[in-house]
Structures are given as C-alpha cells and as structure tokens.
C-alpha cells in the first residue's frame, strides 16, 4: 500500500476520501478496474485485499478530519444528533433489503433478517438500539434528539440508502449493505469518542461514568457482550462477516461481483463524503 499525506478539508476541496485513496493506491484502482470488467474473479481478494484496507484507511483518515478530542460542544451536539439519523431508519431498510433479495438469494434475506432482529429489537432480547441509543443520551447527557431535522448531507445519505435497498439488483444490494456494516465498528468508535467529548466538557464525565452510553458501545463492539451471537466476535463484527461472505463467495450465491462492487462503492463514497460534510459544517460552528 502506497503511504501519502493524510488529506486535510482543504486538500480534500474538489476531490474525495475515496478518490483520495484510488490515487495513492492505484494496485486498488486497478483492481477494481478489473473487477468491474470481469477480469478480477476472487471475492476473498477483494474484500481481504482491497475493500478492507480502503475501509480502514479511509476511517483513520475521517477520525483525524473529526479529531474528536478536540471539539467543542456544539460541534459535539451537531455529530450526535447527525449521527443519530442513520440509527432511526437503518432497521427498516435492513427489512426492506430482505424483502428485495428473499426471491432471489435466501441466505442473504436471512442475514439482513438476523440484522434486523439485533437492530430493530426482538421481543425479549435488547430493545431496538436506536431507542437504547437515545434513551441513553437522555438519561447520561440530557441530550434530545429524538425528531432532529437533518442537515442536507444527512438526508442525502438516506435517501441514497433508500434508493439502494430498493433495487431490483441482489448484487447492488449485497454490496452496498457490505459497505453500511464494514465500517460500522469504526463508526460506533468515532461516536464513542465524540459523545465522550461531550461528557467532558459539560459535565465532566466520559466512559464507564456515562453507564448507559456505556453499556450501548459494549453492546456492540465487545466479543463477549451477551448480545454477540457469534463466539469471537463483537455484533457488529458478526454483521460485517456475515455480509462479507456473500462477496466472498457470490459464485456460490449466483451474485453478481461488479454489481456487488459498484453497490459498495455507491454507499461507501457516501459515507466517506458524509463525514467529510460534517467536518466542514463542524469547523464552521468554530
């Protein structure tokens, strides 16, 4: 992997992470290149080779244009409540995604139904995480964000994800949702740091001391949280492996591996562009 300067917003004008990257890391570029021509076969190497390594590098580089020890406390309060949109309506789409694939690829319907038992709450088990996640920012930092009207770049990531979910095209669908949980650890991470922030400069507490936020990161990011169903691994690392393994193997699931790739690309640029908004709308609140 080619090392370059980290981007900053104002190298970042006129381009992207994601582009920032295909062009420091041009094995990646054509890799892709080649997948989408049919020349690239192997969904192990691209997940393993290359989405991985975009995904991670990507996020650092988004942890550092956010650089949440630093920020005040309403850029803190703007993350959260932009933040916590996604959350709202992720379990419906994870509905809706099943719905889409059941007539033609089972096992993946099966999958976004498990995600959406986790995510939308199943009866005698953890409620629905978004209404854990706003309980506790209620109770931990008397934050209300219930009903919060999105800025544009949020609402524009939602309709986006609408967009995908309804598609005709399992492969896309596949893909795409591959992108939404690949980088879902790091996400819960950044908003961990964030909401820490918060804590810190208005009422002095952070981590263990804000128990119920506390609880909701554990819930997802621990292997040995009670929730976690798969031995080894965290929530949210089971939903990632569990979705990779439709690229990995979409031979074996008659999935379509350029569909699969251009699905991903479509909702990770839009993750990566929303965050990259989001920084610029924060440094404005300066």
Same mark, same amino acid.
């Given at each position: 992997?080619?090392?370059?300067?980290?981007?900053?917003?104002?190298?970042?004008?006129?381009?992207?992470?994601?582009?920032?990257?295909?062009?420091?890391?041009?094995?990646?570029?054509?890799?892709?290149?080649?997948?989408?021509?049919?020349?690239?076969?192997?969904?192990?190497?691209?997940?393993?080779?290359?989405?991985?390594?975009?995904?991670?590098?990507?996020?650092?580089?988004?942890?550092?244009?956010?650089?949440?020890?630093?920020?005040?406390?309403?850029?803190?309060?703007?993350?959260?409540?932009?933040?916590?949109?996604?959350?709202?309506?992720?379990?419906?789409?994870?509905?809706?995604?099943?719905?889409?694939?059941?007539?033609?690829?089972?096992?993946?319907?099966?999958?976004?139904?498990?995600?959406?038992?986790?995510?939308?709450?199943?009866?005698?088990?953890?409620?629905?995480?978004?209404?854990?996640?706003?309980?506790?920012? #209620?109770?931990?930092? /008397?934050?209300?964000?219930?009903?919060? $009207?999105?800025?544009? &770049? *949020?609402?524009? !990531?939602?309709?986006?994800?609408?967009?995908?979910?309804?598609?005709?095209?399992?492969? #896309?669908?596949?893909? /795409?949702?591959?992108?939404?949980?690949? $980088?879902?650890?790091? &996400? *819960?991470?950044? !908003?961990?740091?964030?909401?820490?922030?918060?804590?810190?400069?208005?009422?002095?507490?952070?981590?263990?001391?804000?128990?119920?936020?506390?609880?909701?990161?554990?819930?997802?990011?621990?292997?040995?949280?009670?929730?976690?169903?798969?031995?080894?691994?965290?929530?949210?690392?089971?939903?990632?492996?569990?979705?990779?393994?439709?690229?990995?193997?979409?031979?074996?699931?008659?999935?379509?591996?350029?569909?699969?790739?251009?699905?991903?690309?479509?909702?990770?640029?839009?993750?990566?562009?929303?965050?990259?908004?989001?920084?610029?709308?924060?440094?404005?609140?300066?």
């Amino acid at each position: 992997m080619t090392t370059t300067h980290a981007p900053t917003l104002d190298t970042l004008r006129g381009t992207s992470l994601v582009e920032a990257y295909l062009k420091a890391n041009p094995e990646t570029r054509s890799y892709l290149h080649a997948t989408f021509q049919g020349i690239r076969t192997s969904g192990d190497d691209l997940v393993d080779k290359h989405l991985k390594p975009m995904i991670d590098t990507v996020y650092r580089q988004i942890r550092a244009l956010v650089d949440p020890s630093t920020l005040t406390q309403a850029q803190a309060r703007m993350y959260i409540a932009e933040l916590g949109v996604f959350a709202r309506h992720n379990a419906q789409f994870l509905r809706l995604a099943a719905a889409q694939v059941y007539g033609t690829c089972p096992a993946l319907g099966h999958e976004f139904d498990r995600n959406f038992l986790e995510e939308g709450g199943e009866p005698g088990k953890v409620p629905a995480h978004y209404i854990l996640y706003t309980r506790a920012l #209620l109770a931990d930092l /008397g934050l209300l964000v219930n009903g919060h $009207v999105p800025a544009d &770049e *949020t609402a524009k !990531l939602v309709l986006q994800h609408q967009v995908l979910v309804n598609s005709h095209m399992t492969g #896309l669908i596949a893909g /795409g949702y591959y992108a939404t949980e690949g $980088v879902a650890v790091a &996400e *819960t991470e950044i !908003l961990r740091d964030i909401t820490n922030r918060y804590g810190e400069v208005t009422i002095q507490a952070s981590g263990a001391q804000l128990k119920n936020l506390d609880f909701y990161y554990r819930l997802h990011l621990d292997e040995g949280h009670e929730a976690a169903q798969i031995v080894g691994m965290s929530v949210e690392e089971a939903h990632i492996e569990g979705l990779a393994r439709f690229i990995r193997q979409s031979d074996l699931f008659h999935l379509d591996l350029p569909q699969a790739l251009e699905g991903f690309l479509q909702i990770f640029n839009a993750m990566a562009h929303w965050w990259t908004q989001l920084a610029y709308r924060a440094r404005e609140l300066n």
